[in-house]
């Protein structure tokens, strides 16, 4: 998995440094690439997989909400590396609406045997979402 991870940096580098990276950490075999919003402007918008990231740590957590603010209803709180599915055509500011959730990795960055699914929809702060190599 290193070997992917390593020629994955060696094929997208230059790419994400044209977008201008703002954030970017290796996590077991789980490579953060950068912010998602950075890419959303330039993949077509809709449904993107992006994973929780930027968080102090492990223990840490994202809450999704029931809308685009701090002021809502929290539905359900995702530890990171969990991946998130939203759709990019529904922002508000720095909120996009979260379709569903899931994990295929520990908050370690070790793979899981199967896939977990974190069923919740809502509204994430996307500070704490990024593009990412597994």
């Known amino acids: 998995m ?3 991870i390593l020629m994955g940096l ?13 954030y970017e950490e290796v996590i077991g075999e789980v490579w953060l690439t950068s912010l998602a919003r950075e890419s959303w402007d330039y ?7 992006t ?6 740590n492990s223990e840490s957590f994202l809450s999704i909400r029931s809308g685009p603010g701090e002021g809502y209803r929290i539905h359900r709180n ?12 529904y922002r508000s500011g720095h909120w996009v609406k979260v379709l569903t959730a899931y994990r295929k990795v ?23 979402l990024c593009d990412y190599v597994h």
């Open 10 to 22: 060696i094929l997208f580098a230059p790419s994400l440094f044209a977008i201008g990276v703002d």
């Open 43 to 49: 993949n077509s918008p809709g449904r993107q997989n």
């Open 51 to 56: 994973m929780i990231c930027n968080l102090r």
């Open 2 to 4: 290193r070997t992917a």
């Open 106 to 128: 520990s908050v370690n960055g070790e793979s899981l045997n199967r896939t977990v699914n974190l069923s919740v929809s809502g509204w994430a702060h996307d500070n704490y």
């Open 78 to 89: 995702l530890k990171r590396l969990a991946t998130v599915v939203v759709d990019t055509r």
